[in-house]
């Protein structure tokens, strides 16, 4: 009897992470924070104490719902990335700890564009609304216990259940999940 072959490790693509600024997100979505750009609109209520602009516009087909995530640390390498068909998906830190996340932009195929794969460091000070289909693994955090508020699809949330996991991949009428390893045998490694 043959002995099996032992099983070959991944190929390792390093990510650099870079600040996440405005410019550097727009291929993705919008950085959600302050910004001084955006005229306050026309309410004029609590004698100009209250002072609203719409920073972002979220957009969702379906019910919508907006969980706490509590993140602890994991290794910064990513094996999934996944997309969202029906809406921008925002991630909002809650306490001001910092994060990475690892973004690629929407394309119309099976797979993420590895060559336009980027890694950007969120200070906690703001958080992020992706494009319609941008691809995405999800944030990983610097310090334990960190916490996210993530704007979402409840559709999007239904298919990462179990009975949605197919062969380590899920894909629900909002989610498309890949197993980049599985598919690729490759595996990013997010720098700092």
């Known amino acids: 009897m043959a002995a099996a072959a032992a099983p070959v490790p991944p190929r390792i693509l390093d990510i650099p992470v870079r600040p996440a600024t405005p410019q550097a997100l727009a291929p993705y979505g919008r950085l959600i924070?302050?910004?001084p750009a955006v005229p306050p609109m026309p309410i004029?209520?609590?004698d100009g104490a209250a002072r609203v602009r719409r920073v972002v516009d979220f957009q969702a087909e379906g019910e919508i719902e907006m969980p706490v995530v509590t993140l602890g640390r994991r290794p910064l390498e990513v094996r999934w990335m996944e997309r969202h068909f029906r809406h921008t998906q925002a991630f909002i830190p809650l306490g001001a700890r910092p994060f990475v996340a690892c973004l690629a932009p929407?394309?119309?195929?099976e797979l993420p564009d590895l060559d336009r794969v980027e890694a950007f460091l969120f200070d906690g000070a703001a958080g992020f609304l992706m494009h319609i289909g941008t691809w995405h693994?999800?944030?990983?955090a610097l310090v334990d216990?960190?916490?996210?508020l993530v704007i979402l699809t409840r559709a999007a949330t239904e298919g990462?259940?179990?009975d949605n996991v197919i062969q380590n991949e899920a894909r629900g009428e909002d989610l498309d999940k890949k197993d980049l390893e599985a598919r690729l045998g490759i595996r990013l490694a997010l720098r700092l």
């Open 106 to 109: 929407p394309n119309d195929r």
């Open 160 to 162: 990462l259940v179990r």
């Open 145 to 148: 216990d960190t916490h996210l």
């Open 44 to 46: 004029d209520f609590y």
């Open 137 to 140: 693994e999800f944030p990983f």
């Open 33 to 35: 924070g302050h910004d």
